[in-house]
């Protein structure tokens, strides 16, 4: 579907001699061969076929023997492993190939994540930039304090005044009550002298 251009018209077939191998299952194979290739049971596998190979071939029956010691030195054995290495090399640079693409990519998507991050911090710090400068022109705790105590003082120093001014008031008063009381008392001493 991927190869037709309009979905109105038929797909063309084209015959060509090569297979059509999908790129991205040949990948994943490769990279699950490349994977296996690096574990410890490909290694301990093939160190026992090889360890059971080369025990086979020299202690075996001449007649049994498919690689003798003797005249070829493991002849069949180095190939083998000469062939399983031509394989074994490509499929693994393959696998390296695809995680590098992906690595790639990754990378790219970081770098565009820094940058919106940067831009993010650098937006933020115009901010409080400008809170600070806004803050210059509001009054700081500090202020306020010393704003709030010389109020306290002054309301205290108010109170303070208003309170003497009503003792004054009150000693006035109780002076001309004393007063009045004397002339009473004078009146009262004068009328019972005349009585």
Request: glycine share 4%.
């Amino acid at each position: 579907m991927a190869d037709r251009a309009r979905l109105d018209q038929p797909r063309i077939v084209r015959r060509s001699p090569w297979v059509r191998v999908d790129s991205e299952a040949f990948g994943r194979l490769t990279e699950r061969i490349a994977r296996f290739l690096g574990t410890g049971r490909y290694l301990a596998v093939q160190s026992i076929v090889v360890v059971a190979w080369i025990i086979w071939n020299s202690a075996a029956p001449h007649s049994l023997q498919f690689d003798p010691w003797r005249g070829t030195r493991f002849i069949f054995l180095t190939l083998v492993l000469s062939l399983q290495a031509s394989y074994a090399a490509p499929l693994i640079l393959l696998a390296q190939n695809r995680q590098d693409d992906r690595d790639r990519v990754n990378l790219e998507a970081d770098r565009d994540e820094a940058q919106e991050s940067k831009a993010d911090l650098e937006y933020l710090a115009r901010e409080m930039a400008a809170i600070r400068i806004a803050l210059g022109e509001v009054a700081t705790r500090d202020f306020v304090r010393s704003e709030l105590a010389r109020l306290e003082d002054a309301s205290a120093r108010e109170a303070g005044e208003k309170a003497r001014r009503k003792a004054k008031t009150a000693r006035a008063e109780v002076r001309e009550a004393r007063a009045e009381v004397r002339e009473l008392q004078e009146a009262l001493d004068a009328k019972e002298r005349d009585d």
